[in-house]
């Protein structure tokens, strides 16, 4: 589903006055890439023209989008083990459903994405994921628009993918439900552009067994999170917009750590910063970066709070019309459970190449480098934990027909760590046949 004004989740009482910006969707990307860093550089498809419903009126209104991801891969160390990998073959179906209006004016739309995984080797790896969207758009005018939005995930961890319960290995996924309400509203007033956003996340862990028949407790990761977004920008030189920026946040969770600890993971954290975007439709270059102050404050005096520079970069360069290259550097935290951990520092930079052969075929390459600075407290917790993480990935895209096409999937992945079972290395090969109605 399109997301021309998508901004990132919600704090209660701004639920219907607040709004977020590209910037705001980098945050909520930096919260779930620690386990697994996004692959980067898919090239850019043209969409085919949608259909409507029918002749009727009403239903002209909107229009239906079904699509449908067929997929065979094959994974060498399905468990990140450090040693005594296990390797399988998954295969996957992933449905998409998209209703969109077609309003001139506003908008609103709806999405429900199942996603099914089947191992080859061993069934207890086997998953079943959805997720259920719906958000809508008011426009007050051409510049200023109200957009609202509700999101429940099912979703799963896959066994071992924890990077902070290194060498656990649970007899099943864990799955987890997502709760998510967002309001971002986002206006301008001529060479003056405003942004507010809030979100509400909760998240509920279910537990499970390992597969030496003991419980791993996974309800200390049930946590709400809410955070409110604001910025303020003005085009001193065009078509550059300078801006400020500053959010603030608040994680509240259900237990305590591993159930036995004396603390929580409670926390309050606000981040200020000032940059500078460059995104004007049909030119060679854009990119938006800022640099600033990031502090995350918790509540149990055992945990050490958070005081860090905070940066983002996010580049897209078009070479020549077939030749693409995006460069991404950003920081972010992310609580852990860990023993003695308040939260993880995670600092990544990485860069894509794509490259359009011709209108049927395209291929791409992506690397990234991610270092995870675990702060720990040494009074409960000896070990000051630090991972440096690459990845490697290679792409490629072919178009079958109008509503098909075939895409080709190569990825690396190395973690380095001073943990013990927390070192390994991956390679992970697919192919994905996408049709779409």
């Known amino acids: 589903m399109k997301h021309t004004f998508r901004f990132s989740n919600y704090f209660g009482t701004l639920l219907l006055m607040c709004g977020t910006s590209t910037v705001a969707l980098a945050a909520e990307e930096r919260a779930s890439a620690s386990s697994d860093v996004p692959v980067l550089g898919t090239p850019s498809e043209e969409k085919k023209a949608p259909f409507n419903l029918s002749d009727n009126w009403l239903y002209s209104l909107m229009t239906l989008d079904i699509e449908g991801d067929f997929g065979a891969k094959y994974l060498d160390n399905i468990y990140k083990a450090t040693s005594g990998e296990e390797s399988d073959f998954v295969f996957s179906f992933e449905p998409e459903i998209n209703l969109e209006s077609n309003l001139t004016k506003h908008e609103f739309g709806f999405r429900f994405a199942p996603e099914f995984g089947y191992y080859l080797a061993d069934e207890r790896n086997n998953y079943a994921d959805w997720v259920v969207e719906a958000d809508g758009r008011y426009d007050f005018s051409t510049t200023d628009a109200l957009r609202v939005g ?9 066994i071992g993918s924890f990077e902070d319960d290194a060498g656990s290995i649970n007899s099943e996924p864990v799955e987890y439900d997502l709760y998510r309400l967002e309001s971002s ?52 030189v065009q078509p550059y917009v300078f801006y400020i920026r500053a959010a603030a946040n608040e994680r509240d969770y259900d237990h305590r750590v591993d159930s036995s600890s004396t603390y929580r993971l409670d926390s309050d954290g606000y981040n200020v910063a000032a940059g500078v975007s460059r995104d004007v439709p049909g030119e060679d270059f854009r990119f938006d970066t ?38 991404r550097f950003d920081r972010w935290i992310k609580d852990s459970t860990t023993n003695g951990v308040s939260g993880i520092v995670n600092t990544r930079v990485g860069a894509d190449f794509t490259h ?21 407290s040494q009074a409960l917790n000896p070990l000051d934990r630090d991972d440096d993480i690459y990845d490697l990935g290679l792409n490629s895209r072919y178009l079958l027909n109008q509503n098909a096409k075939l895409k080709f999937e190569y990825d690396y992945r190395k973690r380095n760590s001073n943990r013990a079972f927390a070192s390994y290395d991956s390679h992970a090969v697919g192919l994905t046949l996408a049709l779409e109605y």
Request: hydrophobic letters at 30%; charged letters at 30%.
């Open 150 to 158: 509700a999101l429940y995930k099912h979703g799963h961890v896959g």
């Open 290 to 327: 800022y640099v600033g102050y990031m502090d995350q404050d918790y509540d149990a005096m055992q945990l050490s709070d958070i005081e860090e520079l905070d940066f983002y970069f996010d580049g897209e360069w078009d070479i020549t019309p077939d030749d693409i290259l995006g460069l």
């Open 356 to 376: 359009i052969y011709n209108e049927k075929l395209s291929v791409g390459a992506d690397a990234s480098y991610t270092n995870a600075d675990f702060e720990t």
């Open 185 to 236: 509203f986002i206006g301008q007033r001529n060479l003056t552009h405003y942004e507010i956003a809030g979100y509400w996340n909760s998240y509920d862990y279910d537990s499970v067994f390992r597969r030496d028949s003991t419980f791993s407790n996974q309800d200390d990761r049930d946590h709400d999170q809410r955070e409110v977004i604001g910025k303020l920008g003005y085009e001193f």
